[in-house]
């Protein structure tokens, strides 16, 4: 393969070591040949993945190793993306490209510090780890050619959406980044629930959490949407009638839900807008 299609990672811990497990282990979708792993330690699962596929780990790029790398992964927190910018900035290829995964950091920033270049930011959420997550992506007008790749390197993660509007990157953290989240509180408040009735916890635990799992994977494979799912288990006067009327009663769980993922929203701004300080 040629030069251009080096592939430098920066940053082997979950997100990063997800992504290259799914390129190397999953559908071999990278050459491990045209794979530099740039971190100064590597976590047993990427140690594992480096000696499997023979993989090359430097501490940090250099003028050299920078040379002919085509794409820059940034898998790093971002206060280490900061420190390391500069650098970073002054050894890249004029046309190496960039997807990071990074939350909270923008395309302008990311442009300011390492110059005009093809630039994609990814918000991936916690399944990515699975191949199961959804990964949000927005690019700048360059990085617009490099979409395609960005798409099928990424796809190795879960499902991947495309917005055009980077602005609603902090709607799409509050909805699928922290997402994940929501979805144990409820199977841990649908838990005690069932225990304050007299059920013994850790059986409360299982049928909570297979509930929803299976109606997460009926939702996916049946193409129907929530609303009519939920209304195909909610006989008249029965049962989830009863239990959804206390939800529902006032628009109270639709207006919780509102107020919590506006409050994330709001976060992620705030974090965006004071990363760098
Ligand atoms: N995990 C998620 O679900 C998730 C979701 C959305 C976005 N993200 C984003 O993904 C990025 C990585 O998150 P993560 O969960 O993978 O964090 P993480 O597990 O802490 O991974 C960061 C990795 O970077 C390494 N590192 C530290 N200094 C470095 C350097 N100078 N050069 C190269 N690597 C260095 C760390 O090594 P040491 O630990 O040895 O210092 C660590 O392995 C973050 O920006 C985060 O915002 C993650």
């Given at each position: 393969m040629a030069?251009?299609?080096?592939?430098?990672?920066?940053?082997?811990?979950?997100?990063?070591?997800?992504l290259a497990a799914g390129w190397l282990r999953g559908k071999g979708k990278v050459d491990p040949?045209?794979?530099?792993?740039?971190?100064?330690?590597?976590?047993?699962?990427?140690g594992a993945l480096i000696r499997e596929h023979g993989l090359k780990r430097i501490d940090a790029l250099g003028?050299?190793?920078a040379k002919g790398v085509g794409l820059v992964i940034l898998a790093v927190k971002p206060h280490v993306f900061f420190e390391m910018a500069d650098s970073l900035a002054e050894i890249l290829p004029d046309d190496c490209a960039v997807i990071s995964v990074m939350a909270g950091v923008n395309i302008r920033t990311m442009t300011e510090l390492l110059g005009d270049r093809p630039i994609?930011?990814?918000?991936?959420?916690?399944?990515?780890?699975?191949?199961?997550?959804v990964i949000v992506c927005a690019a700048n007008a360059a990085g617009e050619t490099r979409r395609k790749e960005a798409d099928k390197l990424l796809k190795v993660g879960g499902r991947v959406e495309w917005i055009d509007d980077e602005r609603l990157m902090g709607a799409v953290t509050g909805v699928s980044g922290s997402g994940p989240a929501y979805f144990f509180l409820l199977a841990e408040s649908?838990?005690?629930?069932g225990e304050s009735l007299g059920l013994p916890r850790e059986l409360a635990e299982r049928l909570a959490a297979e509930t929803l799992v299976g109606a997460g994977e009926l939702m996916k494979s049946s193409g129907l949407t929530p609303q009519e799912l939920r209304r195909q288990v909610t006989s008249p006067n029965g049962t989830t009638q009863a239990a959804l009327d206390v939800m529902m009663g006032g628009s109270a769980?639709?207006?919780l839900m509102r107020h919590a993922v506006a409050a994330a929203e709001r976060r992620s701004?705030?974090?965006?807008?004071?990363n760098r300080n």
């Open positions: 030069d251009a299609d080096k592939i430098a990672l920066i940053g082997a811990g979950r997100m990063g070591g997800a040949e045209n794979l530099l792993i740039c971190a100064p330690r590597a976590t047993e699962e990427m003028p050299r190793t994609i930011r990814a918000m991936p959420n916690t399944p990515t780890a699975i191949g199961k997550g649908l838990a005690g629930a769980l639709p207006e701004r705030q974090l965006g807008d004071s």
